[in-house]
């Protein structure tokens, strides 16, 4: 279905001074391809370097320097075309974007306008309490990112770093689809899954991996579209839906006023939470497009485009099903242990030879509540998965109880050991015994004896008597077995 | 094409001067404006050629861009990239302020 | 001793092997006859000291028996190569005293092969002109004169390139040709220029005028010394995503190969209004010599011809609007602060750049716009597809073609030229081999009325310089052109 015509529930109209409005969504979002190297040249795109150190002479637009395509990014644009459905383009073509800025070496950016390598597509994404919505793409093409101009080092002057110019990115461009900020994010966090689960972009929105330009317009409910707003380059899921909210707002105030909202490309100040105009009025647009004559068309065969295909990891949604399937896991932990391949790695080997509702409860609970108070990726997670794996084994056998592994598993994330050593060590090893268990009873309920008459009338009182006993046993007494004993020495 | 070009005017040839990011004087527009209109009409002759199912050549060679590997092989010549800037403070090019 | 300077690059490289002399004495001999010829401005940069010193390696490297193709020879570079350390200009003042980091795929591979660099040739600003009038540097002045004495423009854009060998300054000179920028100067000095197949020689570190056009070639005083010059600037290089991943035959040996048996065609559209009867005649010589030689002269005809030209001043000048945004003084070149950065851009550009250049810019930013694309540039690709078809049928007939290079000699240098689409008018003849790839090589045949140098043009198939070399050798053979300009400028 073309979802342009999709109106947006009524629960996410927008209430204005005379009516209600939907909001209409389309992103642009630009991820970086996971390349040692650039688009065009051999210099290197590790982030974090001096100033200017990772720039070719040809990125910086000396006279007479010449583009040549490098390899790895057509195939990562293949890739990620290919995992989100969309239609790969045998025949693609670079062309030049002309503008003037600073950052801009050449004068122009090469990008693919007319033919770019990946075509229509959609994708399915599951915005929190709402129904599963389509979201058609557009394209996917590939361009040089610009370098970085720094305005704060001095109070007259722009400073700039070529490091990024000539960076290989992915323009994923969907369709005006959705209609909530929530939509919006879960589109992102959606696509940013998708490359990441590919390995085509590392997705790493802080460092600028991938960032979003967001279009948004008001209408009146299934009426019209009305005129857009580009916001450039957000790079958080919050500020997405703080922009949107905001410049959702302000275009219905400008239009219930009699205005018109210009077309334009805005800028979010995170700070302020606001969106404000980017570039003056008197810079014309005309991008002059044409075909950038030093370089050639790519022309791909779809036997390529197959073995690329062959090669394709399980995509997220299959992956969700699959654990749902093959683990009888809820829809929702699947969920949660597929929405990053990490995560659903650590998963899968942690499973192996263990209940798979434990496994997902430890991860989901004890291991990613312990990694997010410390802000640790789970890649460098102090528990891997066969540590974590070897705390199952003793809760499975009985050695420890569920509740004296959560202690244990504390130990183990603060780097004390493994989890044998660590009961070992302690000595928190469950008593067994049911000799020694029996005893701890019989002593539990000699000491009580008043407490014991009243059982048979009141039977709920056998929890405290359960108590009396694990304190006795320090927690080591199996619980299962002290109840056993507990019910027929008190007649219960 | 005939029917396209209705002329270059000194409102356009302002434009594209901008956009060209050239300085023209205000009394140099229209002279502009009749030299470009000079060239264009005995441009306009190509309206003349059938193209008609004609595919554009946009290289005088007709081979596929040839591809390289994704192996670092350059950058780190820092001096050299600054070499013949105009100013540049802390390995940074230092240009005018790009922003108000 | 004779005058080192009036040897051929073949002779001076048999010369210098055989140890007949030295590179430092034949070096000094042309470095001699550049501060005599000063007065032609076919220098912008001179680099004499850095000559001298690579003389010396090459006579050390001649004197144990090894070196290169060009080992020891005295060239001219056309100052559009970028060349490490030494200042490259383009042309233009936006450039200032850029110095180049770097150096081209070409001049890189002719210091391999032992040439010695005498400096950096003028030309037009950016290779934009036909008369080497545009140069920032000032006008080339042609070596030749008419009886009247009136200085003569040397053609453009490589005219440095084309003066300095006409004027034995150099024994060969690189240069490049867009629209006719090797083969029209070659034409009006006396010399011989080839325009290689489009992707045969590389681009890298050339300077950009239009990207898919542009392409290196050589101008010596013959056609066996083009060849030699010809087989050091070629070759794959895969910095070049346009360089053609081919095997460079030996085109030395291919200029001995004659025209027994070859078709050359004769394109009945080279003929244009106004153009002086004695180029007529001059061709119908030419087709005579090669008919002697022993060709086949076949008609042909190459119907789209005359749109060429427009098509050309719309693809060059909208690649060219591209490929010089880079000129923006922010990272290289001259700066003009201005109020604020857009006018620091606007300031810099407007005076960097010379009127034509300008013009040229602003002529491409307008055929690229909104609304206009499809009119012009997409039409003009179009055409470009059909006279690229026009040659493809020609070659179902023959196997080179044989035209005039110019419609007319050499001009008076500050001719006023009103409108410039006469000026355009020069490459006519020249500018179709651009647009479809093919090579294309100037050679002298003879003097007009007025003793100035004349040349006729053979166009090849694509990568078939052999042909071109071979028939260009059989009319040179026949035309047997030795006249030289009057040495008034020393
Ligand atoms: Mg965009
Ligand atoms: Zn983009």
Redesign the interface.
Known sequence: MFTAERVADKKDWLTGNDGEWEVIIGLEIHAQVA???KLF????TEYGA?????????????????????????EQAVRTGLGINAKINLFS??D?K?Y????L????QISQFEFPIVGEGEIEIEPEGSEAVMVGIERLHLEQDAGK???D??P???????NRSGVCLMEIVSKPDMRTPEEASAYVEKIRSIVRALGTCNGDMEKGNLRADVNVSVRRPGGPLGTRCELKNINSMRFIRQAINYEARRQIDIVEAGGEVDQETRLFDNAKGETRTMRSK?D?H?Y????D???????ITQEYVDAIKATLPELPDARRARFVEEYGIPVYDAGILTADKAKGDFYERLVKGHDAKIAANWMMGDLFGALNKKSIDLDDSPVNSDALGGLLDLIADKTISGKIAKGVFEKMFAGEGSADEIVERDGLKQVTDMGAIEKMVQDVIDANADQAAKVADNPRLIGFFVGQVMKASQGKANPQAVNEILKKKLGL | MSNENKGVDAEIVRKIARLSRLHVDEDRLAPLADELNGILSWIEMLGEVDVKGVEPMTSAVAIDAPLRADVVTDGGVRDKVLANAPKTEAGYFVVPRSVE | MSDLTQLTLEAALAGLKSKDFSSVEITKAHIEACEKGAKLNAFITTDYDNALKSAEASDARLAKGEGGNLEGAPLGMKDLFCTENVRTTAGSKILGDFKPQYESTISAQMKSDGMVMLGKLNLDEFAMGSANETSHFGSVINPWKAEDGIDLVPGGSSGGSATAVAANMCLGATATDTGGSIRQPASFTGTTGIKPTYGRCSRWGVVAFASSLDQAGPITRTVKDAAIMLQSMAGYDVKDSTSLNVAVPDFAAACDNGVKGLRIGIPKEYTMDGMPAEIETLWQQGIKWLQDAGAEIVNVSLPHTKYALPAYYIVAPAEASSNLARYDGMRYGNRVDGENLYDTYERSRAEGFGEEVRRRIMIGTYVLSAGYYDAYYLQAQKVRTRIAEDFNAAWEKCDALLTPTCPSAAFAVGRKIDDPVTMYLNDIFTVTANLAGLPAMSVPVSLDKDGLPLGLQIIGRALDEETVFAASAALEKAANFTAKPKKWWA
């Open positions: 390349s040692k190297s040249s051999g210099a290197a001096e100033p200017n150190t990772q720039v070719s002479l040809v990125d910086a637009a000396m006279p007479g320097m010449l583009p040549v395509v490098n390899e790895f990014c057509i073509r670079f030049r002309n003037f800025y600073p950052d070496p050449q004068g122009y101009s720094i305005h080092l001095s007259n002057e722009t400073y700039v770093d070529l008197e014309a005309d002059r497009y044409f075909p004559p030093d370089l050639l068309p790519t022309k």
